[in-house]
């Protein structure tokens, strides 16, 4: 197993691809923390893990650093240690941020088009996107990682083992698909891996950043099949991925098999960007 | 544990020695049936040898992967033989390192022959025989195809070159659910390198302009090449992963203070 005496933090494991990596891990032979804002849904996937009896689970808002620091507490009360931290929460808007006003001027925008008219209504997200919106969805994406980071490194530092940070940001921190507020925090991951695995190499952590493509998760079974069948469409490999494509990819990045990768980004979309 | 590469076939070239060796002997580990491919039959033997003693299946075959026809030729005979072909690793490579103004036409070109020449020819062959069932072809690049790095103005070229294409063949590959990606090795520890860095003093420096302080093991790249190859892979494709200990996430120089201590 390759994970085996491994403890593995996961944020945003109670759904999608938070979930499905909590699994594949403790599948791998790791003791699993499951954090998630919702405690009903972490102590779902707690109870479909292997080995869930030596797991927990934190409720943590990892958007809020002194939520933060008390799963961290937790951790070290509990394992002394921690081996593998996942960055995995995050959000893609939240109410009044003025996405839906976007949304809305796009499907405004796709009628007039399929009427046969010259479109005389843009998208123009960022004239009604809040600041609080901004802040809120950036504050959980990369705020999140932040906080979690600092508390890890911290653990990690003082065990003087390295360990290993996988930070999910994601494709559309280069193609500009979603929110601006989510683009900008899951591209603002990629500079914090880059910074943290320059500084923290030298501690044997590493740290790497994965960027999924369209993901079968709860969010996106959520949009209409027709959406759905657009997007597989749009991505060579014909289809969208599934959440376990992506817990193989942070397998990869988690385990002693990348011990050598570092301050890397890796594309896991179907070939939908590359560069 | 199931064997990640059960019942596969892979052609690798340049396998008698460093990366391609090791990765020749990690893809015999998860099970799958191994053509080696390079110039020297003795280091392909001894590799399959080691392969077979450890109760895996290789088989070696000798030629110049910048031969079209013989590359070709090896490729279907291992399909044919074999039944199916999964995965090819481009892994060979030429190399002349010179400073520009010091560069024949010819010393230019010989970078090309193989590092890029031979990937084409590998994927061209290739890809029809692995699209009738999906797979994966593995094209080794280097930070040298990323980053400026003096003397190695060909190779780095080829190496960048060997990017460009992968990135196409995955597209091209797609619709059969051939997956083409490529590996990034920084420095790593293998005849080659240690020809450019005979002494220790030499690796120690440039162990400390790379964030994890030190070279890497050919045996690291495998497991990256293994993980590309398999199916916990499915949804990458045209990807360049590095392999580099951080090296591309800090100054190409490697101005950290550590660097400035040991040059």
């Not at chain 1, 941020?97 to 010259?118: I, P």
Request: overall charge negative; hydrophobic content about 45%; proline content about 3%.
């Amino acid at each position: 197993m390759r994970l085996a005496g491994k403890i593995a933090l996961v944020t945003g494991a109670g759904s999608g691809i938070g979930r499905a990596i909590a699994q594949t891990f403790a599948a791998e032979g790791a003791t699993v923390v499951v954090s998630d804002i919702s405690a009903e849904s972490a102590q779902e996937t707690l109870a479909s893990l292997a080995g869930k009896e030596t797991c927990i689970t934190g409720t943590c808002d990892v958007s809020d650093g002194a939520s933060v620091k008390r799963l961290f507490g937790e951790i070290e009360k509990q394992y002394g240690r921690l081996d593998i931290l996942v960055n995995n929460a995050g959000i893609g808007q939240t109410p009044g941020d003025g996405f839906d006003k976007y949304q809305a001027r796009l499907a405004q925008r796709m009628e007039q088009l399929q009427r046969g008219e010259t479109p005389t209504v843009f998208g123009d997200q960022i004239v009604d996107m809040t600041d609080a919106g901004f802040d809120t969805v950036v504050g959980v994406n990369l705020g999140g990682a932040f906080h979690c980071s600092r508390e890890a490194a911290r653990l990690m530092i003082k065990n003087g083992e390295g360990g290993s940070i996988v930070n999910i940001s994601s494709t559309g921190a280069f193609s500009g698909e979603g929110g601006l507020h989510y683009c900008a925090a899951k591209a603002g991951i990629l500079g914090l891996t880059h910074g943290l695995a320059a500084d923290l190499g030298p501690r044997k952590i590493r740290v790497n950043a994965i960027c999924p493509g369209p993901t079968l998760t709860p969010a996106l079974l959520a949009i209409s099949e027709e959406w759905r069948q657009s997007m597989a469409a749009a991505s060579p490999l014909g289809r969208l991925a599934e959440p376990e494509e992506v817990a193989t990819t942070a397998l990869f990045l988690a385990s002693d098999e990348s011990s050598y990768v570092t301050g890397h980004t890796l594309l896991a979309n179907g070939g939908t960007y590359m560069h | 544990m199931a064997q990640r590469l059960a019942n596969k076939v892979a052609l690798i070239t340049g396998a008698g020695t460093g990366i391609g060796a090791a990765t020749a002997k990690r893809f015999a580990q998860e099970g799958a049936t191994v053509v080696l491919c390079g110039r020297r039959l003795e280091p392909l033997q001894a590799v399959a040898r080691e392969i077979s003693a450890a109760g895996g299946r290789a088989e070696a075959v000798a030629l110049d992967a910048s031969d079209e026809q013989a590359f070709t030729r090896a490729i279907q005979d291992a399909a044919e033989k074999f039944g199916h072909l999964d995965i090819l690793v481009n892994n060979a490579y030429s190399m002349v390192g010179a400073a520009i103004v010091d560069s024949s036409n010819e010393d230019w070109r010989a970078n090309f022959t193989v590092s890029l020449d031979a990937a084409f020819f590998g994927i061209r062959a290739a890809m029809p025989l692995i699209g009738r069932q999906g797979g994966a072809i593995v094209n080794l690049s280097s930070v040298c195809g990323q980053l400026g790095t003096p003397y190695t103005a060909g190779y780095g070229a080829a190496k960048a070159g060997v990017l460009s294409l992968t990135r196409t063949a995955a597209l091209e590959g797609a619709p059969t659910n051939v997956r083409v990606n490529a590996v990034v090795p920084g420095v790593v520890l293998t005849p080659g390198s240690e020809a450019a860095l005979p002494t220790a003093e030499a690796q120690n420096a440039t162990a400390a302009g790379v964030p994890l302080r030190r070279l890497g093991d050919p045996r690291e790249v495998a497991n990256a090449i293994l993980f590309l190859a398999s199916d916990e892979a499915s949804y990458i494709t045209g990807v360049a992963l590095n392999v580099d200990g951080g090296k591309t996430c800090e100054l190409p120089s490697g101005a950290n203070m550590d660097a400035f201590d040991a040059t």
